[in-house]
C-alpha cells in the first residue's frame, strides 16, 4: 500500500507541496483535512519534494493535513452506465447517483496518429440555416462559437445538441452559471436528450482545478465512446474560462506569462483538446462544439485568436444572430458538393448580395445618392436577416435552399444575382407565385 | 555509456543527475514503465543534465534511470526517404500506425528507412579513386531521381576507395564500398548514414546568389513579388487568411523537382488532405503521382511540442541531404510559429529571462540560422542544387507587429503578407499586393510589374477618397484610375485555386497575359461618364474572367482574347506615352513569347 504523507511544506494558491518519495509526475493523490477530502495531482518533482495542485482548492489545508498518493494518474470511470448522468469536474456526482468505479480510463490520453484520420465527409444537420446552409457542421470538426458575454450561446448550444443527428452528447461546463447548468438540463430533458447525454459540468462557484479537467475528462469519455463507434458531439462552454483556470494556476506556478497574462502554452494546451476531435476509419467520431465568449468583443484577444489558429471555422455570434462575415466552417466544400446542385452557388450569391446590401446601408447612412439598384438591396438585406439570419428561423437545409430562391426572385431579377443560367432555368421561382 | 537518473521533472522538461560526461544536445533516453523516452540534453549545470522529453512525461518518477547514447538528434538518409510521412522525429506514421494503431503510443521508435527493400545499385566511383564529404559513390534509382550514394557528410579528410561492389541488388544496410584515409584506418560505408539535425550540411563547393524564379504558377507570386530557386520567404497572416491553402496549392504545381512539407504544430485535418490527396494527384512534369516527390514531416499541434521543435530541423536536413544530389527542393514550414512558441514554452520551463512576449532572447538568431539553410549551391561536380524555403507565421492577433513576423522579416527575401481585409472579400490568394514585397527578380520585365503596381498604389488611395467624398466628387480621370486597379486585381491578382485552369498559370502564359492586361492599363480610354466607364470595365472583366478560365492557346482562349482586343479598340483613345514604351518592350503582343 501507499505511504502517507503528514507534513505539507508550503500552500501556495491551489498548489500545496510535501516532502515524498517514489512519485511518478502526474500522479494522483488524496489529500484529507479534518472534515474533507479532496484529490490533487503531481504537476512539479523536484527531489522529494512534490508539488500537487489541489483539485478543491487549498482553503482550509492545513500543513497537517494527511496525502495519500494514489500510483495511478487522474481517471475516470467508462460505461454505458454514464448515459444520463451528471458529474463535477473531478468526475464526483452531482446528481445524488451512485459513484461509479467501474472500468477506469485515464484522461488526457495520447494524440491519434494523422495517418490514421480520415478526410471529414457527413454533413451535421441543425435546421439552423446559417448553419446548414452557409456554413455547414461536418463531422469530426471543431468549431468554436465567438461570442461576446449576454449573446444567447448556451441556448444555441442546446439547441444544436438537440437537433444534431449524433448518437451521444457530452458537455463539457466549464465556470458555467449555476442557472446556465440548469437551463442545458432542462432543455435536454425536455427535449427526450438526457438518457443519451453525460454531463461533466464545473459551476462558476466550483473550486478552479476542476475546470481544467472538464475538457479531458469529457473529452475521454467521447473517445471512449467513439471507438466504440457512437458519433459524439462535444459540447464545451465556455472555453475561456477554461484558459483563464490555466493562466492562474500558471501564474501561481510562477510561469512566465506571455501574452495578458497567459501562458506561453496556451496554444497546445487549447489544441490538445479541440485535436481529440476526429473521425476513425471504421469506428465512430467526436465533434467539438465549443464557446469562446471573448472580452470587450475583441477578436485579437490570445483566447479568441489562439483558437481560431486551432479550430476549423467559427460561428461568430453577435446581436443574437450567426453573422455571416466572421463566420467560417472549413471543411464546409468537403460536404456541401453533395447536399443539392444549387447549395454552393446560392450560398455564394446570396453572401455577396448581403455584402452589397452592407455597403449601401454604410453608402445611405453617409447621406449618398441611393440608386435602383442600392434600394433593391435594401429590401434584400432586411427580408435576408430576418429570414435566414434569424436564430429562431428552424427549417431543413432544402427548405431554407427554396427560401433563398424565393427571397432572391422577390427581390432581383434573374441576371442580377450572377447565378449560372442552368441554374436559373432550374431553380428560379416563376412569376406566378411571386409576391411583390 | 554515461548513465544518469532523474532527479526533477517540470512538464515536459526533466532533470538529470549525470555520472560521466554529456554532450549538449545529446540524446538520452528516459526508463519509464518499461518504455525508454527520447529526449535532447538543451541545458548543463555542474552535475546536473536538464533535457526536454519528445513524449509526453506522465509517469516519469524521481530515480528513473537515464541512458546517454553520446549522439547528437539526427536523421537518417539514404533511398527511400521519398513518399514518407514522418513524424518530427523521423518516425513514420503509417508504420507506427500499424504497429499501435489509433493513437501514438510513446517510446516507440521505427526505422525511417525500409531496411529489407532492395536497390539496385549502379557505382560511379572506382578503386583508387579520392573522394570527400559528400562526393558520389554511385547511385539507385529513386522513383523519376537518380539518387547520388554518398560518402558520409561526417568524414573531413579525402578519403581513397579501396573497394567499391560491382552493380547489382543491394539493401540499405550492406556495405557498399570500402573507404581509407591517410593513416590506413578503413571505412565500411553502407547506403545510409545519419546526421545531426541542428548542423547545416556544407559539402559543397559554393554558395551562389539566388537569381533564377521559382515558378509557383500564381500568378501575384510570380508577377509582382517573386520567390527564387534557393531564396527564402514568408507568409504572415491571421487565421482563416488562408496560409495553408496557399502552401497547399505552392507545394502542388511549384516548379521544382522535391517538396518537403513541414506540418509543424498545426491542424492534422490539413496534413490528412495532402496525406490523402497528394498520391491519387497526378505530376504534370512527370506523370507520376506527387506523393512521389514528396516527403512530408508531420507534428501536429496535439503531438508533443518538444518533437515540433525538432520537425523543422527534420525536415531541413532531408532538404539539404536531396540538395546534395544536384536537385531543387522547397521546403514549406507550416508555421514557424507554432516552432517558436515551442522554443518558448522550453524557455519558459528552464527560468530564462523572457525577450518580448516571453520569447526567448535568441529567438532571432534560431530563426536567422533555420533561413539561412536555404540557398543555391555548386557542388564539386559543378551541378547545382537549391533549396527554397517558405514559411509561414501566424502572428497573434493578426498583427505583424510581434517578434516572430519581426525576426523572420529581416531574413526572407520575399515577405508575402495575408490581410484579413482580402480574405474577407473573399479575394484569393489574400495576399495584400501594397504591403508585400520581394527582392527577387520576376517572370515579368520590371518595369512592367512597377507601372502595374503604380496604378495599383494610386487607384488604391483614390478608392480610399472616395469613401468620404463618394463618386459623385470624384474626377472622371481618378475614376478612371480606380476601375483600371480594380481590374488588376480581380483578373490577375485573384486567382481561383479551384478551377482547373486558373489554379496554376505557367510562365509562358503568365507573360502572355499579363501583356494583355498592359496593354489595357497603358490606354487612353474616352469614356464621357463614369457610368459608362463602370459598364466598360465589368464588361472586360467578365471576358477576362472568362479568359482566365479557358485552356491556354485553344479555341475559347483565341476567341475571348480577340474579344478583349475587338471590345478595348471601342472606347480606346490612345495610349500614354510611359505605358507605351514598356509595353514595346514587353514584347509583341500578338505572337507567342520572344525567346
Given amino acids: 500500500m501507499k505511504k502517507i504523507y503528514s507534513r505539507i511544506e508550503a500552500i501556495a494558491g491551489n498548489v500545496i507541496t510535501v516532502h515524498a518519495g517514489g512519485v511518478r509526475n502526474g500522479e494522483l493523490a488524496v489529500v484529507s483535512s479534518a472534515g474533507q477530502s479532496s484529490l490533487a495531482e503531481v504537476i512539479r518533482l523536484r527531489e522529494e519534494k512534490v508539488s500537487l495542485q489541489v483539485f478543491a482548492g487549498s482553503r482550509g489545508i492545513s500543513t497537517g493535513d494527511r496525502v495519500r498518493f494514489l500510483g495511478h494518474p487522474m481517471r475516470v470511470s467508462f460505461s454505458a452506465d454514464l448515459l444520463g448522468r451528471i458529474f463535477d469536474g473531478g468526475g464526483k456526482p452531482r446528481d445524488n447517483g451512485p459513484e461509479l468505479d467501474e472500468n477506469m480510463i485515464e484522461i488526457g490520453g495520447p494524440a491519434v496518429n494523422p495517418a490514421q484520420r480520415i478526410i471529414p465527409r457527413n454533413m451535421i444537420r441543425t435546421n439552423i440555416p446559417m448553419i446548414d446552409l452557409f456554413n455547414s457542421l461536418v463531422e469530426s470538426q471543431k468549431l468554436p462559437v465567438f461570442s461576446v458575454s449576454g449573446e444567447p450561446y448556451n441556448p444555441l448550444l442546446a439547441r444544436i445538441a438537440l437537433q444534431a443527428e449524433v448518437d451521444l452528447i457530452i458537455l463539457g461546463g466549464m465556470g458555467l452559471k449555476h442557472d446556465d447548468y440548469l437551463f442545458f438540463k432542462e432543455t435536454l430533458e425536455k427535449g427526450g436528450a438526457l438518457n443519451r447525454t453525460v454531463f461533466f459540468v464545473h459551476t462558476a462557484s466550483d473550486p478552479i482545478v476542476e475546470c481544467l479537467l472538464v475538457p479531458d475528462i469529457a473529452l475521454a469519455v467521447a473517445e471512449g465512446f467513439a471507438l466504440q463507434g457512437r458519433k459524439v458531439l462535444v459540447l464545451l462552454s465556455d472555453m475561456t474560462n477554461f484558459a483563464d483556470a490555466l493562466k492562474e494556476i500558471a501564474i501561481t506556478m510562477e510561469q512566465v506569462p506571455s501574452n495578458r497574462g497567459y501562458p506561453g502554452d496556451l496554444y497546445s494546451q487549447l489544441a490538445a483538446r479541440y485535436e481529440k476531435a476526429v473521425d476513425f476509419s471504421g469506428a465512430g467520431s467526436i465533434t467539438i462544439l465549443g464557446v469562446t465568449t471573448m472580452p470587450g468583443d475583441d477578436v485579437t484577444h490570445p483566447v479568441p485568436d489562439n483558437t481560431g489558429y486551432i479550430t476549423e471555422g467559427q460561428y461568430y455570434l453577435k446581436n443574437g444572430r450567426i453573422e455571416p462575415f466572421g463566420s467560417l466552417s472549413r471543411l464546409k466544400q468537403l460536404v456541401n458538393k453533395d447536399t443539392r446542385a444549387d447549395h454552393r452557388a446560392l450560398m455564394d450569391s446570396m453572401i455577396t448580395l448581403y455584402a452589397a446590401y452592407k455597403e449601401s446601408l454604410e453608402k445611405k447612412a453617409m447621406g449618398f445618392k441611393m440608386t435602383d439598384w442600392d434600394r433593391k438591396l435594401l429590401k434584400y438585406g432586411v427580408i435576408f436577416e430576418r429570414e435566414m439570419m434569424d436564430l429562431s428561423v428552424n427549417i431543413p437545409l432544402e427548405t431554407a435552399l427554396d427560401n433563398g430562391w424565393r427571397i432572391l426572385a422577390s427581390c432581383f431579377s434573374p441576371e442580377e444575382t450572377r447565378l449560372r443560367s442552368e441554374l436559373l432555368r432550374k431553380y428560379w421561382p416563376s412569376r406566378e407565385g411571386e409576391s411583390d | 555509456m554515461t548513465k544518469g537518473r532523474v532527479v526533477g521533472i517540470n512538464g515536459n522538461m526533466v532533470t538529470v543527475e549525470v555520472a560521466g560526461d554529456v554532450t549538449m544536445n545529446e540524446v538520452a533516453y528516459v526508463s519509464c514503465a518499461g518504455k525508454k523516452l527520447k529526449s535532447e540534453v538543451i541545458r548543463i549545470r555542474g552535475r546536473l543534465a536538464e533535457m526536454q522529453v519528445f513524449e509526453m512525461s506522465r509517469g516519469i518518477g524521481v530515480g528513473d534511470e537515464v541512458e546517454f547514447t553520446a549522439e547528437l538528434l539526427s536523421v537518417r538518409l539514404g533511398p527511400g526517404l521519398l513518399a514518407q510521412v514522418y513524424d518530427g ?195 504534370p512534369r512527370t506523370g507520376r503521382t506527387l506523393m512521389e516527390r514528396t516527403v512530408i514531416i508531420c507534428n501536429t499541434s496535439s503531438m508533443p511540442v518538444a518533437a515540433r521543435e525538432a520537425s523543422v530541423y527534420t525536415a531541413i536536413t532531408l532538404a539539404e541531404y536531396y540538395r546534395q544530389m544536384g536537385l531543387h527542393i522547397l521546403l514549406l514550414a507550416d508555421s514557424t510559429s507554432r516552432w517558436a512558441q515551442a522554443l518558448r514554452e522550453m524557455s519558459g520551463r528552464l527560468e530564462e529571462i523572457p525577450g518580448e512576449e516571453a520569447f526567448p532572447a535568441y529567438l532571432e538568431s534560431v530563426i536567422a540560422g533555420f533561413y539561412e539553410r536555404a540557398g543555391l549551391v555548386r557542388l564539386r561536380d559543378r551541378s547545382s542544387g537549391s533549396i527554397t524555403i517558405g514559411g509561414t507565421v501566424s502572428p497573434a492577433g493578426g498583427n505583424f507587429d510581434e517578434p516572430v513576423t519581426q525576426s523572420t522579416l529581416k531574413v526572407v527575401g520575399a515577405f508575402h503578407g495575408l ?141 475571348y482574347e480577340d474579344e478583349i482586343r475587338s471590345f478595348l479598340e471601342t472606347k480606346r483613345s490612345g495610349e500614354d506615352e510611359e505605358g507605351g514604351r514598356i509595353l514595346k518592350e514587353l514584347g509583341s503582343d500578338t505572337a507567342g513569347d520572344p525567346s
Avoid at chain 2, 112 to 139: H, I, R
Avoid at chain 2, 220 to 246: E, H, N, Q, S, W
Avoid at chain 2, 478 to 499: A, C, G, M, P, R
Wanted: one cysteine or more; proline letters at 8%.
Fill in chain 2, 419 to 559: 490581410s484579413r481585409e482580402r480574405s474577407d472579400a473573399r479575394k484569393y490568394p489574400a495576399i495584400h499586393p501594397l504591403e508585400s514585397w520581394s527582392k527577387y527578380p520576376g517572370l515579368i520585365h520590371a518595369p512592367g510589374t512597377e507601372y502595374a503596381r503604380d496604378i495599383l498604389f494610386r487607384g488604391n488611395e483614390v478608392g480610399q477618397m472616395m469613401k468620404v467624398v463618394g463618386e459623385e466628387g470624384t474626377a472622371l480621370e481618378d475614376y478612371e484610375l480606380y476601375l483600371k486597379s480594380e481590374f488588376i486585381d480581380s483578373v490577375y491578382l485573384q486567382q481561383d485555386s479551384y478551377d482547373p485552369v486558373d489554379a496554376a498559370v505557367p510562365t509562358e502564359r503568365q507573360r502572355h497575359v499579363f501583356r494583355l492586361l498592359f496593354k489595357v492599363l497603358a490606354s487612353r480610354f474616352d469614356f464621357g461618364s463614369k457610368e459608362m466607364a463602370r459598364f466598360f470595365f465589368n464588361q472586360l472583366r467578365q471576358k477576362f474572367l472568362d479568359y482566365n478560365g479557358s485552356p491556354w492557346q485553344g479555341d475559347d482562349f483565341r476567341r
Fill in chain 2, 89 to 283: 522525429l523521423q518516425n513514420p506514421l503509417p508504420e507506427l500506425a500499424a504497429q499501435c494503431g489509433f493513437f501514438l503510443e510513446r517510446g516507440v521508435y521505427l526505422s525511417p528507412l525500409d531496411e529489407k527493400k532492395e536497390w539496385p545499385f549502379t557505382p560511379t566511383a572506382g578503386p583508387g579513386d579520392t573522394v570527400s564529404a559528400g562526393d558520389a559513390l554511385g547511385t539507385v534509382p529513386e522513383g523519376i531521381f537518380s539518387h547520388r550514394i554518398m560518402v558520409p557528410f561526417q568524414f573531413r579528410e579525402p578519403l581513397r576507395v579501396e573497394r567499391i561492389v560491382p552493380a547489382g541488388s543491394y539493401r540499405i544496410l550492406d556495405t557498399i564500398a570500402e573507404l581509407s584515409d591517410e593513416k590506413g584506418n578503413r571505412f565500411p560505408v553502407t547506403m545510409t548514414f545519419t546526421w545531426p539535425v541542428k548542423r547545416p550540411v556544407t559539402c559543397y563547393r559554393e554558395r551562389l546568389r539566388p537569381v533564377e524564379p521559382l515558378v509557383t504558377q500564381i500568378r501575384i507570386i510570380d508577377t509582382f513579388i517573386p520567390v527564387a530557386r534557393g531564396g527564402t520567404y514568408c507568409i504572415p497572416g491571421p487565421f482563416g487568411a488562408g496560409k495553408t491553402v496557399l502552401q497547399q496549392v505552392t507545394s502542388r504545381n511549384a516548379d521544382v523537382d522535391i517538396v518537403i512539407i513541414a506540418a509543424c504544430g498545426e491542424r492534422a485535418g490539413e496534413v490528412v488532405e495532402t496525406l490523402r490527396e497528394f498520391p491519387k494527384l497526378a505530376d
